[in-house]
Every structure is written in C-alpha cells, then in structure tokens.
C-alpha cells in the first residue's frame, strides 16, 4: 500500500471500519510505503507498519525510489480524486499490478467568513500557511490570484513541501516561505526563521546614521 497523504490513512480506516473488517486480515501484512514523515505518523497512529518513506516527499518519489521492491507486486494506491497523476503512470510502467482507487474528494468551502477572508488579506495575518494544492487554488479562488500575488509583499506565506510550492509559484507567489519537510514542526521552525531573519533587518528604533 502507498500513501500519499494522512487524508488518505483516514479514508481507507474509515472505510475499512465501515465495512467491518482491517486490511491485515486481508491476505496477510501489507508493506506500506508513505510519501512523507506526516504521512508516516498518520499510518502509524492506525497501525500500520510503515516500511518505507519517500527520501523526496512527492508521490512519484514513491516509483522512483521502490522501482526493484514494486516490479510485478500488487499496489494498492488509495488517493484524492484531485491528484497528480504521475505516480499511477509510473506505477504501471514499472509493471506493477495496481488498484488506485478515489479514497476521498477535495471540494471547495461552502461555507466561507469572506469577511475574514478579506481581513486576511488585508493584513489582519503575519502568515498564511499553505498544507495542499487545494488550499492554495481555493484561497486564490476566493480573494483572486492577482491580490494572492500582492501580498506576498506583506505578510509570510508558507508552504509544506514541493508540490504547495509549485501550486503557488503558478499563481505567481516567488516569495515562499519553504519547509524542510512536511511535517508541522518543520513549518513552525522556517517561520521561526523567517521572522527571526525579518527582525534582525529592521532598524533599532531611535538610531541614527552618519
């Protein structure tokens, strides 16, 4: 089993419980391979055995990094129905035996505080923190990419992982705040740093010059 996010553990524990049986009663223990260290913890916390995590935290590290352990295996790839497809490509050119299946859907807010929205993109935030993809085209959806793009000027935007990054530099966002890995703890410390950084330019208050 490959996992390609923590929605994804969730999804197929949910559903597993639903259904009124665990997956490692199915044929035996499964390996299970993960993307990321959260990813990890999420499969870890349902009892999983967790094998291998992705080096690179991207879903088509997962072919890359596992190619001789996957070659001619069953791969069970439970995913949002928004994701990239290059990882099942992959999969299948290694000439695995794979079941992807639509673990869950992504949707947009229905019920949105745009006022709020507004507010915090007007600065009433020091930092906006980017977790998916999805949370960045929805945010840009809702106050528009090009006020995305102007505010990377005033407040801190972050991201977990290579892919958030993409997603904003697509709408025009050069000014990340990156992660060293998709872990919360990760993201907290390059805050940390961004704002430890931004405050060691700022001018001491009453000095002068010359």
């Known amino acids: 089993m490959l996992f390609t996010s923590a929605n994804a553990v969730q999804s197929v524990v949910s559903r597993s419980a639903a259904l009124g049986f665990r997956l490692m009663q199915l044929g035996g223990t499964p390996c299970v391979a993960t993307v990321g260290p959260a990813t990890a913890e999420a499969a870890a916390k349902a009892k999983f055995t967790v094998e291998h995590v992705a080096k690179t935290h991207l879903g088509i590290a997962l072919a890359g990094e596992l190619a001789p352990q996957l070659r001619d295996k069953n791969v069970f790839l439970p995913r949002s129905d928004r994701a990239n497809p290059d990882l099942p490509t ?66 801190a935007i972050a991201a977990v992982g290579p892919v958030t990054s993409a997603a904003l530099r697509e709408c025009g966002i050069h000014r990340i705040v990156v992660a060293a890995d998709t872990t919360t703890d990760a993201v907290i410390a390059a805050l940390d740093a961004h704002f430890t950084a931004k405050a060691a330019q700022q001018p001491i208050a009453g000095a002068k010059h010359g």
Do not use: K, M
């Open 90 to 155: 992959a999969l299948r050119e290694l000439g695995t035996h794979l079941t992807e299946v639509v673990a869950y859907r992504t949707l947009p807010p229905t019920d949105v505080d745009r006022e709020r929205i507004s507010g915090i993109a007007n600065g009433e935030a020091d930092s906006i923190l980017f977790f998916s993809p999805t949370a960045v085209h929805n945010f840009a959806d809702l106050i528009g990419r090009q006020r995305l793009s102007e505010i990377q000027h005033q407040l």
